[in-house]
């Protein structure tokens, strides 16, 4: 157990809907990290927030969003869903967020997208 | 646009031998790799990592080589055991820049 909290562990959506994806860091870490795993591909960042901030802006499409809260736990927004967002999204947090910090990633939420 | 390339998707290793896993990348910033170890319906966990400034980093069975002429790290599992099985992701990261990019996983079979 990573100590890193996703939920839901599963969700099933249809086209065009919007769902929202939660994350809880483990206690104590200040950065959360988000990434996007689709079938037979590698983890692909999406985004970094650090205490609220955010940091660092990877391969995120402008239909998605995220933010940390000040009790840093962070949500993942995806909106105008497409089949293609069909994936397993992951949330890792690490303690100080510097790219040399071990990241402790949760256990996912598989989207299904229909 | 692959930074970081895992050519290899399986790799099946005997118990008790070696298993070495490669990984590619390209871009020259990158100064600190890792890698993690993922098991079925579980996020991936940290493994081992290695800056740039050093060649190798060993951790009991595993060993981490980097080569920066070459642009290339390699994992060695030795001796393999068949809890080892499992997808082993690299990762590289430029840490002035903030990012980190994965590769897209090697799954490891060690068989009994």
């Known amino acids: 157990d990573s100590g890193v909290t996703q939920t839901p562990k599963h969700l099933i959506t249809a086209t065009g809907q919007r769902v929202t994806l939660r994350c809880s860091p483990r206690?104590?870490?200040?950065?959360v990290y988000w990434y996007q795993q689709s079938l037979d591909q590698g983890l692909q960042f999406l985004i970094q927030y650090y205490n609220g901030e955010e940091r660092a802006k990877g391969n995120i499409l402008e239909r998605f969003s995220a933010q940390q809260f000040p009790d840093l736990h962070s949500e993942l927004n995806l909106s105008s869903l497409e089949l293609g967002d069909s994936a397993l999204y992951f949330c890792a947090s690490s303690s100080a967020g510097g790219m040399e910090d071990t990241q402790y990633f949760g256990p996912g939420t598989r989207l299904t997208v229909l | 646009d692959q930074q970081v390339k895992q050519n290899s998707p399986s790799l099946s290793v005997q118990e008790g031998r070696i298993s070495i896993l490669n990984c590619d990348y390209t871009?020259?910033?990158?100064?600190?790799f890792l890698w993690y170890k993922k098991y079925p319906a579980e996020g991936p966990t940290f493994l081992i990592s290695?800056?740039?400034?050093?060649d190798k980093n060993e951790d009991g069975r595993f060993t981490v080589f980097l080569n920066k002429s070459a642009k290339h790290l390699s994992l060695h599992i030795v001796p393999s055991q068949p809890g080892d099985s499992a997808v082993y992701f690299c990762?590289?990261?430029?840490?002035?820049?903030?990012?980190?990019?994965f590769g897209a996983g090697t799954r490891l079979f060690v068989k009994a």
């Open positions: 290695i800056s740039s400034i050093k």
């Open positions: 990762a590289a990261s430029d840490t002035g820049g903030f990012k980190t990019i």
């Open positions: 206690s104590g870490d200040l950065s």
């Open positions: 871009n020259s910033m990158f100064d600190y």
